[in-house]
Protein backbone atom coordinates (compact mmCIF):
# COMPACT_ATOMS: atom_id res chain seq x y z
CA UNK A 1 0.00 0.00 0.00
CA UNK A 2 1.12 3.62 -0.86
CA UNK A 3 0.86 6.38 0.63
CA UNK A 4 1.58 10.03 -0.16
CA UNK A 5 3.70 12.83 2.08
CA UNK A 6 5.30 11.39 5.07
CA UNK A 7 4.68 7.82 5.32
CA UNK A 8 5.12 7.80 8.66
CA UNK A 9 2.34 10.61 9.62
CA UNK A 10 0.32 8.88 6.83
CA UNK A 11 0.60 5.34 8.79
CA UNK A 12 -0.72 6.90 11.78
CA UNK A 13 -3.54 8.31 10.16
CA UNK A 14 -4.20 5.45 8.49
CA UNK A 15 -4.14 3.01 11.73
CA UNK A 16 -7.79 3.64 13.01
CA UNK A 17 -9.66 2.62 9.67
CA UNK A 18 -7.02 -0.43 8.82
CA UNK A 19 -7.89 -1.70 12.27
CA UNK A 20 -11.28 -1.68 11.67
CA UNK A 21 -10.88 -2.85 7.92
CA UNK A 22 -8.69 -5.99 9.15
CA UNK A 23 -11.49 -7.14 11.96
CA UNK A 24 -15.46 -8.71 12.18
CA UNK A 25 -17.98 -5.64 11.56
CA UNK A 26 -19.91 -4.55 14.38
CA UNK A 27 -24.11 -4.84 14.09
CA UNK A 28 -25.12 -3.06 10.42
CA UNK A 29 -27.37 -0.04 10.65
CA UNK A 30 -30.15 -1.95 8.60
CA UNK A 31 -31.95 -4.96 11.18
CA UNK A 32 -35.03 -7.19 10.67
CA UNK A 33 -36.56 -7.58 13.81
CA UNK A 34 -37.06 -10.75 15.23
CA UNK A 35 -41.09 -11.15 15.60
CA UNK A 36 -41.31 -10.62 11.83
CA UNK A 37 -40.17 -10.97 8.49
CA UNK A 38 -40.07 -9.48 5.03
CA UNK A 39 -42.71 -10.49 2.16
CA UNK A 40 -39.94 -11.58 -0.67
CA UNK A 41 -39.55 -8.96 -3.18
CA UNK A 42 -40.73 -10.93 -6.65
CA UNK A 43 -38.29 -9.65 -9.27
CA UNK A 44 -39.15 -11.52 -12.47
CA UNK A 45 -36.37 -12.15 -15.41
CA UNK A 46 -36.88 -13.01 -19.05
CA UNK A 47 -34.25 -15.22 -21.20
CA UNK A 48 -33.54 -13.62 -24.69
CA UNK A 49 -36.34 -14.13 -25.92
CA UNK A 50 -38.56 -12.62 -23.71
CA UNK A 51 -39.72 -15.58 -22.22
CA UNK A 52 -40.70 -15.57 -18.78
CA UNK A 53 -38.34 -17.99 -16.60
CA UNK A 54 -38.19 -18.57 -12.78
CA UNK A 55 -36.91 -16.34 -10.03
CA UNK A 56 -34.84 -18.78 -7.70
CA UNK A 57 -34.83 -16.11 -5.18
CA UNK A 58 -38.77 -15.65 -4.62
CA UNK A 59 -39.07 -18.57 -2.57
CA UNK A 60 -39.69 -20.06 0.60
CA UNK A 61 -37.80 -22.15 3.13
CA UNK A 62 -38.91 -26.06 3.50
CA UNK A 63 -37.84 -28.46 5.81
CA UNK A 64 -35.79 -31.34 4.56
CA UNK A 65 -34.09 -34.02 6.34
CA UNK A 66 -31.71 -34.96 3.71
CA UNK A 67 -29.92 -32.08 4.74
CA UNK A 68 -27.33 -30.44 6.36
CA UNK A 69 -24.77 -31.78 3.58
CA UNK A 70 -21.87 -31.66 5.35
CA UNK A 71 -20.45 -31.96 8.56
CA UNK A 72 -18.60 -28.49 10.00
CA UNK A 73 -16.38 -30.76 11.92
CA UNK A 74 -15.21 -32.72 9.69
CA UNK A 75 -14.63 -29.82 7.34
CA UNK A 76 -10.87 -28.52 8.60
CA UNK A 77 -11.45 -25.33 6.05
CA UNK A 78 -14.89 -24.18 8.59
CA UNK A 79 -14.03 -21.59 10.50
CA UNK A 80 -14.45 -22.26 14.13
CA UNK A 81 -16.57 -19.23 14.60
CA UNK A 82 -18.74 -20.09 12.23
CA UNK A 83 -19.41 -23.78 13.45
CA UNK A 84 -22.31 -23.33 16.04
CA UNK A 85 -23.14 -27.37 16.76
CA UNK A 86 -19.50 -27.76 17.74
CA UNK A 87 -19.48 -24.51 19.69
CA UNK A 88 -22.64 -25.72 21.71
CA UNK A 89 -25.55 -24.86 20.27
CA UNK A 90 -28.02 -27.80 20.81
CA UNK A 91 -31.07 -27.64 18.60
CA UNK A 92 -30.20 -29.02 14.74
CA UNK A 93 -33.51 -27.91 13.47
CA UNK A 94 -31.94 -24.83 11.65
CA UNK A 95 -29.73 -27.53 10.04
CA UNK A 96 -32.98 -29.11 7.97
CA UNK A 97 -33.95 -26.10 6.08
CA UNK A 98 -33.83 -25.83 2.23
CA UNK A 99 -34.43 -22.74 -0.14
CA UNK A 100 -37.28 -23.64 -2.37
CA UNK A 101 -38.61 -21.21 -5.12
CA UNK A 102 -42.20 -20.70 -6.13
CA UNK A 103 -41.82 -21.84 -9.59
CA UNK A 104 -39.22 -24.04 -9.89
CA UNK A 105 -36.81 -26.04 -8.04
CA UNK A 106 -32.84 -25.26 -7.77
CA UNK A 107 -30.99 -28.17 -8.90
CA UNK A 108 -30.32 -30.61 -6.54
CA UNK A 109 -26.82 -30.25 -5.69
CA UNK A 110 -24.18 -33.41 -7.29
CA UNK A 111 -20.59 -32.86 -5.83
CA UNK A 112 -19.58 -35.44 -8.59
CA UNK A 113 -20.86 -33.52 -11.04
CA UNK A 114 -19.45 -30.23 -9.62
CA UNK A 115 -16.58 -31.50 -9.19
CA UNK A 116 -16.03 -32.37 -12.80
CA UNK A 117 -17.40 -28.99 -13.73
CA UNK A 118 -14.23 -27.16 -11.65
CA UNK A 119 -11.46 -29.10 -13.42
CA UNK A 120 -8.92 -27.03 -14.18
CA UNK A 121 -11.21 -23.78 -13.30
CA UNK A 122 -10.21 -20.92 -10.68
CA UNK A 123 -12.89 -19.75 -8.42
CA UNK A 124 -12.59 -16.45 -6.59
CA UNK A 125 -14.52 -14.75 -4.06
CA UNK A 126 -13.77 -11.21 -3.02
CA UNK A 127 -15.97 -9.56 -0.38
CA UNK A 128 -15.96 -8.83 3.44
CA UNK A 129 -16.52 -11.59 6.06
CA UNK A 130 -19.91 -13.04 4.19
CA UNK A 131 -17.92 -13.58 0.91
CA UNK A 132 -15.39 -15.31 3.40
CA UNK A 133 -18.28 -17.75 5.37
CA UNK A 134 -19.67 -18.35 1.51
CA UNK A 135 -15.90 -19.16 0.33
CA UNK A 136 -16.16 -21.82 3.28
CA UNK A 137 -19.38 -23.30 2.67
CA UNK A 138 -17.84 -24.04 -0.81
CA UNK A 139 -14.89 -25.76 0.13
CA UNK A 140 -16.80 -27.76 2.97
CA UNK A 141 -19.58 -28.67 0.23
CA UNK A 142 -17.19 -29.80 -2.56
CA UNK A 143 -14.85 -31.82 0.19
CA UNK A 144 -17.82 -34.02 1.00
CA UNK A 145 -17.10 -35.63 -2.61
CA UNK A 146 -13.38 -35.92 -2.54
CA UNK A 147 -11.49 -39.49 -1.26
CA UNK A 148 -8.44 -38.49 -0.62
CA UNK A 149 -9.20 -35.47 1.99
CA UNK A 150 -5.22 -34.51 2.16
CA UNK A 151 -5.52 -33.82 -1.61
CA UNK A 152 -7.23 -30.60 -0.63
CA UNK A 153 -4.69 -27.95 1.34
CA UNK A 154 -4.60 -24.52 1.48
CA UNK A 155 -1.94 -23.06 -0.87
CA UNK A 156 0.42 -21.39 1.18
CA UNK A 157 -0.07 -23.78 4.33
CA UNK A 158 -2.23 -20.67 6.25
CA UNK A 159 -5.37 -21.58 9.27
CA UNK A 160 -8.09 -19.79 7.94
CA UNK A 161 -8.46 -16.50 9.61
CA UNK A 162 -10.57 -13.15 9.58
CA UNK A 163 -6.99 -11.43 9.63
CA UNK A 164 -5.77 -13.21 6.42
CA UNK A 165 -5.92 -10.81 2.91
CA UNK A 166 -5.33 -13.87 0.75
CA UNK A 167 -6.74 -17.81 1.19
CA UNK A 168 -6.58 -20.30 -1.45
CA UNK A 169 -8.08 -24.11 -0.97
CA UNK A 170 -6.53 -26.25 -4.01
CA UNK A 171 -8.03 -29.65 -4.93
CA UNK A 172 -5.13 -30.96 -6.01
CA UNK A 173 -7.21 -34.26 -7.54
CA UNK A 174 -9.12 -31.68 -10.12
CA UNK A 175 -6.69 -29.50 -10.76
CA UNK A 176 -8.63 -26.53 -9.02
CA UNK A 177 -8.60 -23.69 -6.64
CA UNK A 178 -11.31 -21.79 -4.79
CA UNK A 179 -9.84 -18.62 -3.60
CA UNK A 180 -10.61 -15.98 -1.20
CA UNK A 181 -9.38 -12.35 -1.33
CA UNK A 182 -10.85 -9.89 1.73
CA UNK A 183 -11.89 -6.35 0.23
CA UNK A 184 -14.34 -5.32 2.50
CA UNK A 185 -15.26 -1.93 0.14
CA UNK A 186 -13.31 -3.47 -3.08
CA UNK A 187 -12.01 0.17 -3.36
CA UNK A 188 -9.08 1.27 -2.25
CA UNK A 189 -8.00 2.47 1.69
CA UNK A 190 -6.05 5.96 0.78
CA UNK A 191 -3.96 8.44 2.72
CA UNK A 192 -5.06 12.00 4.17
CA UNK A 193 -4.73 15.10 1.97
CA UNK A 194 -2.67 17.38 3.25
CA UNK A 195 -4.28 20.16 5.62
CA UNK A 196 -7.50 18.09 6.11
CA UNK A 197 -9.55 18.85 8.71
CA UNK A 198 -8.27 17.08 12.12
CA UNK A 199 -11.33 15.01 11.64
CA UNK A 200 -9.90 13.12 8.73
CA UNK A 201 -7.96 10.35 10.08
CA UNK A 202 -8.29 8.44 6.55
CA UNK A 203 -9.89 8.27 3.77
CA UNK A 204 -11.22 5.74 0.93
CA UNK A 205 -10.67 6.26 -3.06
CA UNK A 206 -13.92 5.69 -4.86
CA UNK A 207 -12.68 6.23 -7.90
CA UNK A 208 -9.69 3.41 -7.48
CA UNK A 209 -10.55 -0.52 -7.28
CA UNK A 210 -8.75 -2.20 -4.51
CA UNK A 211 -4.71 -2.33 -5.36
CA UNK A 212 -4.75 -6.30 -5.32
CA UNK A 213 -7.79 -6.10 -8.18
CA UNK A 214 -4.75 -7.62 -10.21
CA UNK A 215 -5.20 -10.70 -8.82
CA UNK A 216 -8.78 -11.74 -9.45
CA UNK A 217 -8.96 -11.17 -13.22
CA UNK A 218 -7.29 -14.45 -14.67
CA UNK A 219 -10.20 -16.79 -12.91
CA UNK A 220 -12.84 -18.92 -14.37
CA UNK A 221 -15.40 -17.53 -11.47
CA UNK A 222 -15.49 -14.38 -10.07
CA UNK A 223 -18.11 -13.87 -7.29
CA UNK A 224 -18.05 -10.42 -5.17
CA UNK A 225 -19.84 -8.58 -2.28
CA UNK A 226 -19.89 -5.19 -0.22
CA UNK A 227 -21.91 -3.52 1.88
CA UNK A 228 -21.96 -4.09 5.68
CA UNK A 229 -19.16 -1.98 6.10
CA UNK A 230 -20.67 1.23 4.47
CA UNK A 231 -22.18 2.82 7.35
CA UNK A 232 -21.70 5.96 9.68
CA UNK A 233 -20.97 3.86 12.58
CA UNK A 234 -17.45 2.39 10.57
CA UNK A 235 -16.51 4.88 9.14
CA UNK A 236 -17.20 8.95 9.81
CA UNK A 237 -17.03 8.10 13.27
CA UNK A 238 -13.36 6.88 13.48
CA UNK A 239 -12.69 9.30 10.67
CA UNK A 240 -12.59 7.48 8.02
CA UNK A 241 -13.93 9.93 4.87
CA UNK A 242 -14.49 9.61 1.07
CA UNK A 243 -11.87 11.08 -1.60
CA UNK A 244 -12.19 11.08 -5.26
CA UNK A 245 -9.86 12.38 -7.67
CA UNK A 246 -7.79 13.20 -5.29
CA UNK A 247 -10.27 15.23 -3.20
CA UNK A 248 -11.97 15.01 0.10
CA UNK A 249 -15.80 14.58 -0.31
CA UNK A 250 -16.49 15.96 3.10
CA UNK A 251 -20.18 15.62 2.48
CA UNK A 252 -21.03 13.10 0.74
CA UNK A 253 -22.73 10.21 1.98
CA UNK A 254 -22.37 6.83 2.24
CA UNK A 255 -25.22 5.73 0.17
CA UNK A 256 -23.63 8.17 -2.42
CA UNK A 257 -20.24 6.81 -1.89
CA UNK A 258 -21.23 3.40 -2.17
CA UNK A 259 -22.69 3.56 -5.79
CA UNK A 260 -19.90 5.68 -6.58
CA UNK A 261 -17.33 2.59 -5.24
CA UNK A 262 -19.79 0.24 -7.65
CA UNK A 263 -19.59 2.20 -10.39
CA UNK A 264 -15.39 1.76 -10.42
CA UNK A 265 -16.21 -1.59 -9.64
CA UNK A 266 -18.34 -2.04 -12.83
CA UNK A 267 -15.49 0.00 -15.40
CA UNK A 268 -12.87 -2.01 -13.96
CA UNK A 269 -14.86 -5.25 -14.75
CA UNK A 270 -16.29 -3.61 -17.74
CA UNK A 271 -12.75 -3.17 -19.05
CA UNK A 272 -10.60 -5.34 -17.57
CA UNK A 273 -12.18 -8.93 -17.40
CA UNK A 274 -13.01 -11.48 -20.09
CA UNK A 275 -16.25 -12.46 -19.73
CA UNK A 276 -16.06 -14.33 -22.37
CA UNK A 277 -14.16 -16.61 -19.71
CA UNK A 278 -14.90 -15.51 -16.64
CA UNK A 279 -18.50 -15.80 -15.11
CA UNK A 280 -19.03 -12.62 -13.35
CA UNK A 281 -21.50 -12.72 -10.04
CA UNK A 282 -22.20 -9.84 -7.67
CA UNK A 283 -24.40 -11.39 -4.11
CA UNK A 284 -26.39 -8.70 -2.80
CA UNK A 285 -26.63 -7.20 0.80
CA UNK A 286 -27.59 -9.53 3.43
CA UNK A 287 -30.19 -8.47 5.85
CA UNK A 288 -29.18 -9.00 9.78
CA UNK A 289 -31.46 -9.62 13.12
CA UNK A 290 -30.57 -7.29 14.96
CA UNK A 291 -33.20 -6.42 17.11
CA UNK A 292 -33.97 -4.08 20.13
CA UNK A 293 -33.95 -0.19 20.28
CA UNK A 294 -30.28 -0.01 19.49
CA UNK A 295 -29.71 -2.96 17.52
CA UNK A 296 -27.37 -4.24 19.82
CA UNK A 297 -29.76 -7.27 20.74
CA UNK A 298 -29.08 -10.29 19.52
CA UNK A 299 -31.69 -13.09 19.78
CA UNK A 300 -32.14 -16.33 17.76
CA UNK A 301 -35.40 -17.64 16.83
CA UNK A 302 -35.82 -21.66 17.14
CA UNK A 303 -37.50 -21.74 13.24
CA UNK A 304 -37.31 -19.01 10.56
CA UNK A 305 -39.68 -16.21 10.40
CA UNK A 306 -43.26 -16.61 8.76
CA UNK A 307 -44.55 -13.63 6.32
CA UNK A 308 -45.95 -10.66 7.34
CA UNK A 309 -46.91 -7.80 5.40
CA UNK A 310 -44.00 -5.68 5.77
CA UNK A 311 -41.44 -5.92 2.46
CA UNK A 312 -37.70 -6.29 3.31
CA UNK A 313 -35.49 -4.12 1.12
CA UNK A 314 -32.04 -3.11 1.31
CA UNK A 315 -31.17 0.37 -0.83
CA UNK A 316 -27.05 -1.59 -0.94
CA UNK A 317 -29.10 -4.03 -2.78
CA UNK A 318 -31.49 -1.81 -4.72
CA UNK A 319 -27.74 0.01 -5.61
CA UNK A 320 -26.29 -3.12 -6.96
CA UNK A 321 -28.80 -4.38 -9.05
CA UNK A 322 -29.12 -1.02 -11.01
CA UNK A 323 -25.60 -0.77 -11.30
CA UNK A 324 -24.98 -4.45 -12.98
CA UNK A 325 -28.43 -4.21 -14.75
CA UNK A 326 -26.82 -0.65 -16.68
CA UNK A 327 -23.37 -2.92 -17.19
CA UNK A 328 -22.41 -3.36 -20.77
CA UNK A 329 -21.09 -6.97 -20.26
CA UNK A 330 -22.81 -10.00 -18.57
CA UNK A 331 -22.81 -10.44 -14.75
CA UNK A 332 -25.16 -12.07 -12.87
CA UNK A 333 -26.57 -10.72 -9.83
CA UNK A 334 -27.64 -13.10 -6.71
CA UNK A 335 -30.21 -11.39 -5.02
CA UNK A 336 -30.42 -13.72 -1.58
CA UNK A 337 -31.23 -10.74 0.51
CA UNK A 338 -35.16 -11.74 0.69
CA UNK A 339 -33.96 -15.41 1.41
CA UNK A 340 -31.70 -14.03 4.53
CA UNK A 341 -34.54 -12.27 6.16
CA UNK A 342 -36.33 -15.50 7.20
CA UNK A 343 -33.26 -17.01 8.25
CA UNK A 344 -33.47 -15.30 12.33
CA UNK A 345 -32.75 -18.66 13.48
CA UNK A 346 -29.37 -19.77 11.39
CA UNK A 347 -27.50 -16.79 12.70
CA UNK A 348 -23.86 -17.68 14.89
CA UNK A 349 -25.92 -16.00 18.17
CA UNK A 350 -23.73 -17.05 21.02
CA UNK A 351 -22.74 -20.25 19.73
CA UNK A 352 -19.25 -18.61 18.36
CA UNK A 353 -15.38 -19.08 19.16
CA UNK A 354 -16.59 -15.97 21.20
CA UNK A 355 -19.70 -16.41 23.09
CA UNK A 356 -19.34 -13.34 25.24
CA UNK A 357 -20.16 -11.27 21.58
CA UNK A 358 -23.44 -12.10 20.02
CA UNK A 359 -23.38 -12.17 16.74
CA UNK A 360 -27.09 -12.20 14.82
CA UNK A 361 -24.89 -11.00 11.29
CA UNK A 362 -23.00 -13.93 10.26
CA UNK A 363 -24.23 -17.32 9.60
CA UNK A 364 -23.57 -20.83 11.19
CA UNK A 365 -21.80 -23.55 8.87
CA UNK A 366 -23.89 -25.52 7.76
CA UNK A 367 -26.27 -23.18 6.72
CA UNK A 368 -27.98 -20.15 4.56
CA UNK A 369 -24.65 -19.77 2.46
CA UNK A 370 -24.78 -23.60 1.64
CA UNK A 371 -28.25 -22.42 -0.49
CA UNK A 372 -26.07 -19.48 -2.29
CA UNK A 373 -23.62 -21.96 -3.35
CA UNK A 374 -26.29 -24.70 -4.59
CA UNK A 375 -27.69 -21.65 -6.82
CA UNK A 376 -24.23 -20.84 -7.97
CA UNK A 377 -23.91 -23.96 -8.86
CA UNK A 378 -27.04 -23.87 -10.69
CA UNK A 379 -25.95 -21.30 -12.66
CA UNK A 380 -22.78 -23.57 -14.07
Not at 56 to 62: E, K
Not at 70 to 86: D, R
Not at 202 to 229: A, M, P, R, Y
Not at 362 to 374: I, M, S, T
Amino acid sequence: MKFGGNQVVDRIRCVICWYVYLYEFVPPAIVVESHETAVVESIESKDSKGVLVCDVYDGSWVIDETYPLYNASQCPFAEKGFNCLANGRRDKGYLKWRWKPKSCDVLRFDVGEVLEKLRGKRVVFVGDSLSRTQWESMICLLMNGVEDKTSVYEVNGNKISKKIRYLGVRFSSYNFTVEFYRSVFLVQIGSVPKRSPKRVRSTIKLDELDHISSKWIDSDILVFNTGHWWNRAKLFEIGCYFKVNGRLKLGMSTMAAYTRALHTWASWVENTVNTNRTRVFFRTFEGSHWSGQNGHTCKVTKNPLVRSKREYRSHYSDIIKKVVNDMSVPVTTMHVTPMGSYRSDAHVGVWSDNPTVPDCSHWCLPGVPDAWNEILFSYL
